[in-house]
């Protein structure tokens, strides 16, 4: 299934939609292959004003790798439904949608697996709505 994607092609409404699901999510983006942002919904003082420029654009890229890292495996796994870290501070969450990476930033007061699933019904709503049309 080949599905073009831009940032007039519901980006916006899907980063709102899971931003939307828990005041404790600080931030959404939909990063391209390179780690540049398509989509971007962030908390007003949340983690996206303690990162600077380069280090933003670092942990982005980051994502970006890792998620392209692990189809090296799929062959032998699976492809890679969705990606959980966990960190002191925050969980990162990030998953494979089109040719796109949804990142997910959340306090760790969140229940990730409750998240995770929550994330995936909305992505699997659009991509139903994307399939009628």
Do not use: W
Not at 68 to 83: I, L, Y
């Amino acid at each position: 299934m080949s599905i073009i994607h831009d940032n007039h092609f519901g980006f916006d409404a899907l980063c709102s939609d899971i931003a939307n699901l828990d005041k404790d999510i600080e931030l959404v983006a939909v990063l391209n292959h390179k780690g540049r942002v398509i989509e971007i919904k962030t908390r007003e003082e949340g983690i996206d004003k303690a990162l600077t420029i380069q280090k933003r654009e670092m942990f982005f890229m980051q994502c970006v790798l890792q998620t392209s890292m692990n189809r090296d495996h799929d062959d032998e796994f699976g492809k890679v439904k969705s990606s959980i870290l966990e960190r002191e501070r925050f969980t990162t969450l990030s998953f494979e949608f089109a040719n796109y990476v949804i990142l997910v930033v959340s306090r760790p007061s969140l229940n990730p697996i409750q998240l995770k699933n929550n994330i995936l019904e909305k992505m699997n709503s659009i991509r139903k709505v994307e399939l009628v049309q």
